[in-house]
């Protein structure tokens, strides 16, 4: 039985900034403008989750057990909903950000609004509420930044082995 479709969204790519209407079904989609797989639905971490780069035009939402290191950047168009612990080095949000009581950040951030709970726990970050975000985000190309060209040196890292990481990862934690 197929689910109701749900009202349409306006997604906004995280790779060049162009948006499009989608269906409130759809979970993933192809970028118009420049042709790159967008991840349109949330983001829900219940564990451990080492990547590169978390990126969605929807929410992160990290659960009190769940912990998330990025390498990279992570984007999330509709907001992060943290509980848990993150690590990145930097966050992209055109909504709100929470945290909860037993939250522990780690990395910049640049955000609509940001709610923090007592208990929770900031290690280390630049945080900015820009006045107009979205058109911020559009003016800065992130596939042409900094931001990309380390995440290629980043592969070779990895493909190299995997101690470095690790050491990285659990430090201070
Ligand atoms: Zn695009």
């Excluded at 969204?9 to 759809?26: L, M």
């Excluded at 983001?43 to 990547?51: N, P, T």
């Excluded at 930044?145 to 380390?150: I, L, V, W, Y």
């Amino acid at each position: 039985m197929a689910k109701p479709p749900g009202p349409p969204r306006r997604i906004t790519c995280y790779h060049c900034g162009r948006s499009q209407d989608v269906s409130g079904r759809t979970t993933s989609t192809v970028c118009p403008a420049c042709s790159k797989t967008l991840t349109v639905e949330d983001i829900v971490v219940k564990s451990y989750l080492g990547v590169r780069n978390v990126e969605t035009c929807g929410r992160l939402i990290v659960t009190k057990k769940g912990r998330v290191v990025a390498q990279q950047r992570i984007v999330a168009h509709e907001g992060i909903e943290l509980e848990g612990k993150l690590e990145c080095r930097e966050a992209l949000v055109s909504g709100p950000v929470t945290m909860g009581g037993k939250a522990e950040w780690r990395g910049d951030l640049t955000a609509l609004s940001l709610a923090v709970a007592e208990g929770a726990t900031i290690r280390r970050g630049y945080f900015t509420v820009p006045e107009n975000w979205l058109e911020e985000l559009r003016a800065r190309p992130p596939d042409e930044d900094e931001t990309r060209r380390e995440d290629d040196l980043a592969d070779d890292e990895l493909a190299d082995g995997r101690g470095a990481r690790d050491d990285v990862v659990d430090d201070d934690w």
